[in-house]
């Protein structure tokens, strides 16, 4: 199993800044994508921002010049920087790592989802 476990979420007010990690631990050999996905009350889950081995990110429109996803290969961990968060940002966020483990002595496919925290956005 690959375990993720996330850190940093909180309160702010409107134009504060958060930042998420997300730390990676299990029999890994290898993380291909890392990605936040957050999920508001009543709402869908989505896609938030995505940054792969070569460092190649994707965002959502909505967060596009605010928040930036980097990664750490050697703590297998990813980061979200949030600058001028909005109350529309407010949400759980989850990070989800897919790349290849030890299964016994053979490697195989994961794709691990963190516990989700709470980020909200208020005056």
């Known amino acids: 199993q690959v375990q993720l476990v996330e850190s940093g979420g909180g309160s702010v007010q409107p134009g504060g800044s958060l930042r998420l990690s997300c730390a990676a631990s299990?029999?890994?050999?290898?993380?291909?994508?890392m990605g936040w996905y957050r999920q508001a009350p009543g709402k869908e889950r989505e896609l938030v921002a995505t940054i792969t081995t070569g460092d190649s990110t994707n965002y959502v429109d909505s967060v596009k010049g605010r928040f930036t996803i980097s990664r750490d290969n050697a703590r297998n961990t990813v980061y979200l920087q949030m600058n001028s968060l909005k109350p529309e940002d407010t949400a759980v966020y989850y990070c989800?790592?897919?790349?290849?483990?030890?299964?016994?002595?053979?490697?195989?496919?994961?794709?691990?989802w963190g516990q989700g925290t709470q980020v909200t956005v208020s005056s």
């Open positions: 989800n790592m897919r790349g290849i483990r030890w299964y016994g002595r053979s490697p195989n496919d994961f794709d691990s």
């Open positions: 299990g029999s890994i050999i290898s993380i291909n994508a």
